[in-house]
């Protein structure tokens, strides 16, 4: 089943926070939902919109099969939005400034990233493809965030990792 960006599954966290924190939490949602788009359409006005949203300088981090470099290589433009296609399927806002998205496809094709944004620009990507993730807080008293679905699971052994953010 194909889902488009408007589909994916969006988790609120309902924290009691500021109205100019849930603010920015959507504005970054925007701005991520952006980038999805953009690749998924890959027109020449589409890398316009990329170059806005994505700093000039983006730090990236990258676990998996080294041939399964997708997004990196859509960002800079080395392959096109035809060699692979990112779908979310999940996206949560963590501490305001980073949004963790996750998707599948087929087998060996699932794959988490996680964003991080200043000021509405994109600064930082955190790329895992067939790799399990588990994302705990640095502050002790909250533990456990998110975790990745684990429909993956099923589908054979998977790395599984674990982030302090």
């Known amino acids: 089943m194909k889902i488009t960006p408007n589909e994916i599954e969006e988790e609120n966290v309902t924290d009691a926070s500021p109205s100019s924190e849930l603010e920015q939490e959507n504005h970054n949602r925007k701005v991520v939902k952006i980038v999805y788009k953009a690749l998924l359409r890959g027109s020449g006005g589409e890398k ?11 730090e990236w981090r990258y676990h998996g099969p080294p041939h399964c470099q997708h997004m990196m290589k859509m960002l800079t433009g080395e392959s096109t939005h035809k060699s692979f296609k990112f779908r979310p399927r999940r996206m949560r806002s963590v501490n305001g400034d980073r949004l963790i998205v996750e998707g599948w496809e087929d087998v060996g094709e699932y794959w988490v990233h ?7 620009i994109i600064t930082q990507l955190r790329e895992y493809f067939n790799t399990l993730l588990t994302v705990v807080s640095e502050d002790a008293n909250k533990g456990r965030i998110w975790r ?12 599984d990792l674990v982030l302090s953010i």
């Open 114 to 120: 996680v964003w991080r944004l200043k000021d509405g």
């Open 48 to 58: 316009e919109k990329l170059a806005k949203v994505v700093g000039k300088e983006l």
């Open 148 to 159: 990745s679905t684990p429909w993956a699971r099923v589908q054979g052994s998977l790395p």
